[in-house]
């Protein structure tokens, strides 16, 4: 069991911490550089309404 400190007064968690598989990330800039240009393309021309007011971005 895990002990918490919180204020200086001591806890114990009643639960088991959770077992999860790691998970490798990997960075691909060529993937990102695609996504923003895709993205900032059609941010250009993105019409917002809020609560009936149409506003442009």
């Not at 114990?12 to 993937?31: D, F, H, I, P, S």
């Not at 809020?50 to 971005?57: A, I, L, S």
């Amino acid at each position: 069991m895990t002990t918490l400190t919180y204020r200086g007064k001591n806890y114990v968690q009643n639960k088991e911490a959770a077992k999860k598989q790691l998970v490798e990330l990997t960075y691909r800039r060529n993937v990102y550089t695609n996504r923003m240009d895709d993205d900032s393309s059609s941010n250009e021309k993105a019409e917002l309404n809020y609560r009936g007011v149409n506003y442009t971005k």
